[in-house]
């Protein structure tokens, strides 16, 4: 998967992003498979947590892991204007969120990327 921009919220993930040999929802679909798998069992050998056994019922039905929303909310991008009315619309969330007062503060966002103020975790394709 490519990614071009990025934010992770406490409770949402926005991404611009394109496959680079599948189909892009086939790969949002195995990522949110893998996550939420890995994500329960962080969470089941966590010897601190104290909400295993409410979270174990929370998280599962029908004998599945339901960690992420069913499907996503996918919009094809042709043009330079509307990649760059995403790319902010995604980069401002942390700030409409009141959790830092610019975008490029923001630590689990590709903004300080962009403004070249440091490289995130996740790399950012196409700022090479």
Same mark, same amino acid.
């Given at each position: ?39 329960? $069992? @962080? +969470? ?7 909400? *295993? ?8 039905? &029908? ?11 996918? $919009? @094809? +991008? ?7 009315? *995403? ?8 700030? &409409? ?32």
């Amino acid at each position: 998967m490519l990614v071009y921009g990025y934010v992770v919220m406490s409770n949402h993930v926005h991404l611009i992003a394109r496959a680079a040999h599948e189909n892009l929802s086939d790969v949002i679909r195995d990522h949110k498979k893998h996550t939420a798998k890995k994500i329960y $069992e @962080a +969470i089941m050998a966590n010897k601190r947590e104290s909400r *295993k056994e409410w979270l174990s019922l929370v998280l599962q039905h &029908r004998g599945h892991i339901w960690f992420w929303e069913e499907g996503y909310h996918g $919009e @094809a +991008i042709y043009t330079d204007d509307f990649f760059l009315s *995403k790319l902010n619309y995604l980069h401002q969330n942390p700030v &409409r969120a009141g959790l830092v007062e610019y975008p490029e503060h923001y630590l689990h966002s590709s903004a300080a990327d962009y403004v070249g103020l440091r490289q995130g975790r996740l790399t950012v394709d196409g700022l090479r």
